[in-house]
């Protein structure tokens, strides 16, 4: 297959669509939530051999908590079985692994996966992956901006839970939704957007291809003149 003519350093998805992938097959909305672990597999495997740095994906919002308890406790034991079956290969890829967002709100027991997850993975230097859990954009810029206020310092950028992380290069979105759903609100600033009606069930390296092309062809200008 293919590979990309443009590389960018940071592609970050609102990955979208696995009830409604589901419904129209007569499932639960867990069987699109169990097919979109594979979305991302593939995703994060196609991203490794394009040499891509830095693949995020936003699993789960703060306002995500409001859902029926049925599905977030399915959704939590599914982070929880996805990753301790990926850390061999996170550790054979050089794959750093880390999970951004309001962590005081996950049960103790998958805190402290993370914690030996990232652990285990912090050495991982050819790709970085970042899951945003119980993560928005609001909530970061104001516990950013609380911290900053305590600590007297000046740049809100280095207390976003992204400090350190390149602002994205291109926001994909799946399921035909043209919003950001209180995303990363500050770092998506210049970032190139590409909305696609595939569902994420859906999305894999053909269509992680097809999005490549599409950001190939933008002409980003930051607000220059070129
Ligand atoms: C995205 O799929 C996954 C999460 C938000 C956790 P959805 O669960 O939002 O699927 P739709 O949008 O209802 O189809
Ligand atoms: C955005 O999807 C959040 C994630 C993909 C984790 P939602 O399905 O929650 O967003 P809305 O409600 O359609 O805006
Ligand atoms: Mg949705």
């Known amino acids: 297959m293919d590979s990309p003519q443009v590389v960018p350093v940071h592609v970050s998805f609102i990955m979208d669509g696995n009830g409604r992938w589901a419904k129209a097959r007569g499932k639960e909305r867990i069987f699109g939530h169990f097919e979109g672990v594979e979305s991302v597999r593939a995703v994060l495997e196609a991203s ?3 040499g891509i740095k830095y693949v995020s994906f936003f699993a789960f919002s703060e306002e995500n908590w409001g859902r029926p308890q049925e599905e977030v406790l399915g959704l939590m034991s599914l982070m ?3 990753m301790k079956n990926e850390l061999h290969s996170f550790l054979s890829n050089g794959i750093r692994f880390r999970v951004l967002g ?3 709100r996950l049960s103790d027991e998958l805190r402290s996966e993370i914690a030996h997850m990232e652990a285990a993975t912090a050495s991982g230097d050819k790709m970085t992956m970042i899951i945003f859990m119980s993560y928005s954009g609001k909530w970061d810029i ?3 901006a609380r911290r900053m206020a305590e600590e007297g310092g000046e740049d809100i950028e280095e207390y976003l839970v992204t400090a350190g992380v390149p602002d994205p290069d291109l926001l994909i979105r799946t399921s035909g939704e043209q919003r950001i759903s209180n995303y990363m609100l500050w770092q998506l600033a210049y970032t190139e957007f590409v909305f696609t009606p595939t569902l994420w069930p859906d999305f894999r390296k053909e269509q992680y291809l097809d999005a490549l092309r599409e950001y190939a062809s933008r002409d980003r200008r930051f607000g220059k003149v070129k």
């Open 48 to 50: 490794v051999e394009w």
């Open 80 to 82: 929880m079985r996805s």
């Open 102 to 104: 309001n962590l005081d």
């Open 142 to 144: 104001r516990q950013a």
